[in-house]
Protein backbone atom coordinates (compact mmCIF):
# COMPACT_ATOMS: atom_id res chain seq x y z
CA UNK A 1 0.00 0.00 0.00
CA UNK A 2 2.95 2.70 0.73
CA UNK A 3 4.40 1.80 -2.47
CA UNK A 4 1.63 2.56 -4.27
CA UNK A 5 0.74 5.64 -2.40
CA UNK A 6 4.08 7.05 -3.14
CA UNK A 7 4.02 5.93 -7.10
CA UNK A 8 0.08 7.91 -7.34
CA UNK A 9 1.55 10.34 -5.32
CA UNK A 10 5.30 11.34 -7.72
CA UNK A 11 2.57 10.73 -10.52
CA UNK A 12 0.37 13.47 -8.79
CA UNK A 13 2.95 15.81 -8.25
CA UNK A 14 4.43 15.33 -11.75
CA UNK A 15 1.24 16.26 -13.39
CA UNK A 16 0.52 19.13 -11.55
CA UNK A 17 4.19 20.56 -12.59
CA UNK A 18 3.66 20.09 -16.40
CA UNK A 19 0.14 21.94 -15.81
CA UNK A 20 2.12 24.91 -14.37
CA UNK A 21 4.51 24.77 -16.91
CA UNK A 22 2.02 24.72 -19.79
CA UNK A 23 -0.16 27.36 -18.13
CA UNK A 24 3.28 29.82 -18.02
CA UNK A 25 3.73 29.33 -21.77
CA UNK A 26 0.34 30.32 -22.51
CA UNK A 27 0.80 33.82 -20.80
CA UNK A 28 4.64 34.68 -22.28
CA UNK A 29 4.21 36.48 -25.44
CA UNK A 30 4.86 35.03 -28.25
CA UNK A 31 8.53 35.87 -30.56
CA UNK A 32 8.55 38.54 -32.57
CA UNK A 33 9.04 37.15 -36.00
CA UNK A 34 10.59 39.01 -38.76
CA UNK A 35 8.38 41.35 -40.75
CA UNK A 36 7.59 39.91 -44.22
CA UNK A 37 9.40 41.04 -46.80
CA UNK A 38 7.12 43.03 -49.84
CA UNK A 39 7.83 41.96 -52.99
CA UNK A 40 9.71 44.75 -55.29
CA UNK A 41 8.00 47.14 -57.01
CA UNK A 42 7.54 47.15 -60.66
CA UNK A 43 10.84 48.39 -62.02
CA UNK A 44 12.52 49.07 -58.72
CA UNK A 45 16.19 47.53 -57.77
CA UNK A 46 16.16 44.59 -55.66
CA UNK A 47 17.34 44.82 -52.72
CA UNK A 48 19.76 42.04 -50.75
CA UNK A 49 22.83 42.63 -53.05
CA UNK A 50 25.23 44.46 -50.60
CA UNK A 51 25.91 48.19 -51.80
CA UNK A 52 24.76 47.44 -55.49
CA UNK A 53 21.53 45.99 -54.62
CA UNK A 54 20.72 48.61 -51.65
CA UNK A 55 19.96 50.62 -55.31
CA UNK A 56 19.06 54.35 -54.53
CA UNK A 57 18.59 53.22 -50.57
CA UNK A 58 22.36 53.07 -50.07
CA UNK A 59 23.52 55.51 -51.87
CA UNK A 60 23.11 58.44 -49.35
CA UNK A 61 22.00 61.88 -50.50
CA UNK A 62 22.18 60.55 -54.08
CA UNK A 63 19.43 57.70 -53.42
CA UNK A 64 16.78 60.37 -51.30
CA UNK A 65 16.82 62.29 -54.85
CA UNK A 66 19.33 65.37 -54.05
CA UNK A 67 21.03 66.38 -57.33
CA UNK A 68 24.80 65.60 -57.36
CA UNK A 69 27.51 67.83 -56.09
CA UNK A 70 28.43 69.93 -58.69
CA UNK A 71 31.99 68.96 -60.12
CA UNK A 72 34.90 71.16 -58.65
CA UNK A 73 36.83 73.27 -60.72
CA UNK A 74 39.50 71.97 -62.34
CA UNK A 75 43.30 72.53 -60.80
CA UNK A 76 45.82 74.63 -62.34
CA UNK A 77 48.43 72.53 -64.03
CA UNK A 78 51.76 74.32 -64.30
CA UNK A 79 53.80 73.27 -66.97
CA UNK A 80 56.55 74.24 -69.45
CA UNK A 81 56.20 75.12 -73.00
CA UNK A 82 58.50 72.20 -74.11
CA UNK A 83 56.69 69.56 -72.25
CA UNK A 84 53.27 71.08 -74.34
CA UNK A 85 55.11 70.87 -77.27
CA UNK A 86 56.73 67.28 -76.55
CA UNK A 87 52.75 65.70 -75.87
CA UNK A 88 50.28 68.51 -76.29
CA UNK A 89 47.17 65.83 -75.84
CA UNK A 90 47.77 64.97 -72.54
CA UNK A 91 47.20 68.84 -71.76
CA UNK A 92 44.33 70.23 -74.13
CA UNK A 93 41.20 70.86 -72.20
CA UNK A 94 42.99 71.52 -68.56
CA UNK A 95 43.64 74.37 -67.23
CA UNK A 96 47.78 74.98 -67.30
CA UNK A 97 49.63 78.16 -65.49
CA UNK A 98 52.59 79.03 -68.08
CA UNK A 99 55.89 81.24 -66.92
CA UNK A 100 58.10 82.12 -70.24
CA UNK A 101 59.14 84.79 -72.16
CA UNK A 102 57.17 86.66 -74.68
CA UNK A 103 58.62 85.42 -77.73
CA UNK A 104 56.57 87.22 -80.10
CA UNK A 105 53.95 89.91 -80.24
CA UNK A 106 51.57 89.31 -83.23
CA UNK A 107 48.61 91.82 -82.09
CA UNK A 108 47.34 93.74 -78.46
CA UNK A 109 45.95 90.12 -77.39
CA UNK A 110 47.77 87.41 -79.39
CA UNK A 111 51.47 86.65 -78.84
CA UNK A 112 53.59 83.62 -77.91
CA UNK A 113 55.56 82.40 -75.09
CA UNK A 114 58.84 80.16 -75.21
CA UNK A 115 61.33 79.22 -72.35
CA UNK A 116 64.68 80.99 -73.11
CA UNK A 117 67.18 78.59 -73.69
CA UNK A 118 70.12 78.85 -71.96
CA UNK A 119 73.70 78.87 -73.27
CA UNK A 120 74.56 77.43 -76.21
CA UNK A 121 72.33 74.67 -76.06
CA UNK A 122 71.29 73.12 -79.90
CA UNK A 123 67.49 74.26 -81.00
CA UNK A 124 64.56 71.44 -79.92
CA UNK A 125 63.59 69.26 -83.06
CA UNK A 126 60.10 70.82 -83.07
CA UNK A 127 59.17 74.30 -82.15
CA UNK A 128 58.31 75.16 -78.48
CA UNK A 129 56.62 78.29 -78.68
CA UNK A 130 53.04 78.50 -77.39
CA UNK A 131 50.14 80.47 -78.68
CA UNK A 132 48.42 82.72 -76.39
CA UNK A 133 44.90 84.80 -76.96
CA UNK A 134 43.96 87.40 -74.52
CA UNK A 135 40.11 88.40 -75.14
CA UNK A 136 39.83 90.05 -72.16
CA UNK A 137 43.80 91.93 -72.30
CA UNK A 138 43.43 95.39 -71.37
CA UNK A 139 47.19 96.54 -71.15
CA UNK A 140 49.64 95.19 -73.71
CA UNK A 141 52.68 92.96 -72.74
CA UNK A 142 56.25 93.52 -73.05
CA UNK A 143 58.84 91.87 -76.33
CA UNK A 144 61.27 89.01 -74.29
CA UNK A 145 60.03 90.02 -70.71
CA UNK A 146 58.50 87.11 -68.37
CA UNK A 147 55.07 86.65 -67.90
CA UNK A 148 52.81 84.00 -66.32
CA UNK A 149 49.44 83.20 -68.54
CA UNK A 150 46.96 81.04 -66.70
CA UNK A 151 44.10 79.94 -69.09
CA UNK A 152 42.78 76.82 -70.91
CA UNK A 153 45.03 75.36 -73.58
CA UNK A 154 42.98 73.71 -76.52
CA UNK A 155 43.95 73.09 -80.21
CA UNK A 156 43.77 75.70 -81.98
CA UNK A 157 41.37 76.05 -84.41
CA UNK A 158 39.20 79.26 -85.10
CA UNK A 159 35.14 77.63 -84.68
CA UNK A 160 37.12 75.87 -81.38
CA UNK A 161 38.32 79.85 -80.01
CA UNK A 162 34.86 81.15 -81.03
CA UNK A 163 33.24 78.75 -78.78
CA UNK A 164 35.54 79.23 -75.59
CA UNK A 165 35.32 82.89 -75.78
CA UNK A 166 32.60 84.02 -77.74
CA UNK A 167 32.97 87.86 -78.15
CA UNK A 168 36.50 87.57 -78.75
CA UNK A 169 37.28 87.78 -82.76
CA UNK A 170 41.10 86.85 -83.71
CA UNK A 171 42.86 89.62 -85.06
CA UNK A 172 45.90 86.90 -86.46
CA UNK A 173 47.71 87.85 -89.27
CA UNK A 174 47.39 85.11 -91.74
CA UNK A 175 50.82 83.52 -91.82
CA UNK A 176 50.11 83.25 -88.26
CA UNK A 177 47.06 81.60 -88.94
CA UNK A 178 48.97 79.39 -91.16
CA UNK A 179 51.82 78.48 -88.77
CA UNK A 180 49.71 77.41 -85.52
CA UNK A 181 46.82 75.60 -87.09
CA UNK A 182 46.24 72.16 -85.17
CA UNK A 183 49.29 73.28 -82.91
CA UNK A 184 48.45 74.54 -78.88
CA UNK A 185 46.66 77.75 -78.10
CA UNK A 186 46.12 78.95 -74.43
CA UNK A 187 42.93 80.99 -74.33
CA UNK A 188 44.27 83.04 -71.37
CA UNK A 189 42.27 84.32 -68.39
CA UNK A 190 45.03 85.79 -66.84
CA UNK A 191 48.71 87.51 -67.64
CA UNK A 192 50.79 88.68 -64.97
CA UNK A 193 53.51 90.57 -65.57
CA UNK A 194 57.19 90.85 -64.11
CA UNK A 195 55.55 94.07 -62.37
CA UNK A 196 52.63 91.56 -60.87
CA UNK A 197 50.27 93.26 -62.61
CA UNK A 198 47.14 91.46 -64.40
CA UNK A 199 46.87 93.01 -67.84
CA UNK A 200 44.10 91.03 -68.66
CA UNK A 201 41.92 92.47 -65.31
CA UNK A 202 39.83 95.40 -65.98
CA UNK A 203 41.09 98.20 -63.69
CA UNK A 204 39.40 101.40 -62.88
CA UNK A 205 40.23 104.31 -64.62
CA UNK A 206 41.30 107.03 -61.71
CA UNK A 207 38.88 109.70 -59.98
CA UNK A 208 38.86 112.79 -60.74
CA UNK A 209 37.86 115.53 -58.13
CA UNK A 210 34.28 115.11 -58.60
CA UNK A 211 34.00 111.80 -58.62
CA UNK A 212 35.69 111.49 -55.68
CA UNK A 213 33.54 113.26 -53.39
CA UNK A 214 30.82 112.07 -55.20
CA UNK A 215 31.95 108.52 -53.76
CA UNK A 216 32.14 109.77 -50.65
CA UNK A 217 28.53 110.37 -50.72
CA UNK A 218 27.74 107.11 -52.39
CA UNK A 219 29.95 105.27 -48.96
CA UNK A 220 27.57 107.00 -46.72
CA UNK A 221 24.15 106.46 -48.41
CA UNK A 222 24.73 102.42 -48.61
CA UNK A 223 24.37 101.79 -45.03
CA UNK A 224 21.71 104.50 -44.18
CA UNK A 225 19.78 102.85 -46.57
CA UNK A 226 20.36 99.61 -45.23
CA UNK A 227 20.08 100.70 -41.64
CA UNK A 228 16.70 102.77 -42.36
CA UNK A 229 14.24 99.74 -43.30
CA UNK A 230 15.28 97.74 -40.28
CA UNK A 231 14.40 100.83 -37.71
CA UNK A 232 11.14 101.64 -39.68
CA UNK A 233 9.78 97.93 -39.09
CA UNK A 234 10.87 97.92 -36.02
CA UNK A 235 9.42 101.59 -35.17
CA UNK A 236 12.93 102.75 -33.81
CA UNK A 237 12.45 106.76 -34.42
CA UNK A 238 15.63 107.62 -33.42
CA UNK A 239 17.39 105.40 -35.76
CA UNK A 240 15.18 106.08 -38.12
CA UNK A 241 15.64 109.64 -38.23
CA UNK A 242 19.26 109.50 -37.96
CA UNK A 243 19.46 107.53 -41.05
CA UNK A 244 16.82 109.30 -43.10
CA UNK A 245 18.78 112.87 -42.59
CA UNK A 246 22.01 111.08 -43.96
CA UNK A 247 20.23 110.04 -47.00
CA UNK A 248 17.88 113.03 -47.48
CA UNK A 249 21.40 114.93 -47.65
CA UNK A 250 23.10 112.40 -49.63
CA UNK A 251 20.00 112.21 -52.41
CA UNK A 252 20.01 116.00 -52.77
CA UNK A 253 23.96 115.87 -53.16
CA UNK A 254 23.09 112.88 -55.97
CA UNK A 255 20.51 115.26 -57.64
CA UNK A 256 23.06 118.19 -57.86
CA UNK A 257 26.12 115.99 -59.37
CA UNK A 258 24.04 114.39 -61.63
CA UNK A 259 21.88 117.35 -62.93
CA UNK A 260 24.17 118.89 -65.35
CA UNK A 261 25.17 115.53 -66.72
CA UNK A 262 21.81 113.18 -67.41
CA UNK A 263 17.98 114.08 -66.46
CA UNK A 264 16.88 110.19 -65.63
CA UNK A 265 19.47 109.50 -62.97
CA UNK A 266 18.97 113.52 -61.50
CA UNK A 267 15.02 112.55 -61.07
CA UNK A 268 15.51 109.00 -59.92
CA UNK A 269 17.95 111.35 -57.05
CA UNK A 270 15.21 113.82 -56.59
CA UNK A 271 12.06 111.24 -56.32
CA UNK A 272 14.38 109.08 -53.31
CA UNK A 273 14.87 112.71 -51.68
CA UNK A 274 10.76 113.13 -51.68
CA UNK A 275 10.75 109.64 -50.47
CA UNK A 276 12.99 110.14 -47.31
CA UNK A 277 11.46 113.07 -46.60
CA UNK A 278 7.99 111.44 -46.42
CA UNK A 279 9.27 108.83 -44.14
CA UNK A 280 10.53 111.59 -41.82
CA UNK A 281 7.31 113.23 -41.92
CA UNK A 282 5.66 109.71 -40.92
CA UNK A 283 8.29 109.02 -37.90
CA UNK A 284 7.70 112.30 -36.65
CA UNK A 285 3.69 111.66 -36.88
CA UNK A 286 4.01 107.63 -35.39
CA UNK A 287 2.34 106.82 -38.81
CA UNK A 288 4.43 103.55 -39.30
CA UNK A 289 2.41 101.87 -41.98
CA UNK A 290 3.22 104.91 -43.72
CA UNK A 291 6.67 105.18 -43.19
CA UNK A 292 7.21 101.16 -44.04
CA UNK A 293 5.85 102.12 -47.50
CA UNK A 294 8.16 104.78 -48.32
CA UNK A 295 10.89 103.23 -47.05
CA UNK A 296 10.31 100.24 -49.38
CA UNK A 297 10.38 102.98 -51.86
CA UNK A 298 13.82 104.37 -50.97
CA UNK A 299 15.47 101.31 -51.63
CA UNK A 300 14.29 100.48 -54.55
CA UNK A 301 15.52 103.66 -55.77
CA UNK A 302 19.06 102.64 -54.93
CA UNK A 303 18.67 99.64 -57.01
CA UNK A 304 17.03 101.56 -60.20
CA UNK A 305 20.36 103.79 -60.58
CA UNK A 306 22.86 101.10 -59.47
CA UNK A 307 21.70 98.84 -62.10
CA UNK A 308 22.22 101.00 -64.73
CA UNK A 309 25.05 104.12 -63.81
CA UNK A 310 27.18 101.80 -61.98
CA UNK A 311 30.00 99.69 -63.42
CA UNK A 312 31.80 96.98 -61.52
CA UNK A 313 35.90 96.31 -62.59
CA UNK A 314 37.80 92.96 -61.45
CA UNK A 315 39.05 94.26 -58.49
CA UNK A 316 35.58 94.78 -56.92
CA UNK A 317 35.54 98.12 -57.07
CA UNK A 318 32.27 100.52 -59.16
CA UNK A 319 32.92 103.28 -61.21
CA UNK A 320 29.89 105.28 -63.23
CA UNK A 321 29.29 103.80 -66.16
CA UNK A 322 30.41 106.29 -68.78
Known amino acids: MKKSFKTAHGASFVAVAMLMFVSLRAQQPPAQQPPAQQPPAAGAPAEGRGA ?43 AVTITASVDQIF ?47 IKFDPAEVAKKAKDYKIDLPPEALAKYAGRPVLIATSVINDKFDDVAKRLPPPLNAEETEFQKVMRAVGPAAAALRPAVDSSNAEVAAKNAAILQKGFADTEA ?9 TLWAQNARKEVEAVQAAVAAGKWDEAKAHAATVAQACGQCHGVYRERFDDGSFRIKK
Open 107 to 153: TKSSFTVDQRRVGSAPPPPRPTDVLVLVPNIQRPVDLKSYVTVMGEL
Open 52 to 94: EGRGAQGRGAEGRGAAPAAPAPKPLVPVATNTIAANPDAYYGQ
Open 257 to 265: FWKPKKAEP
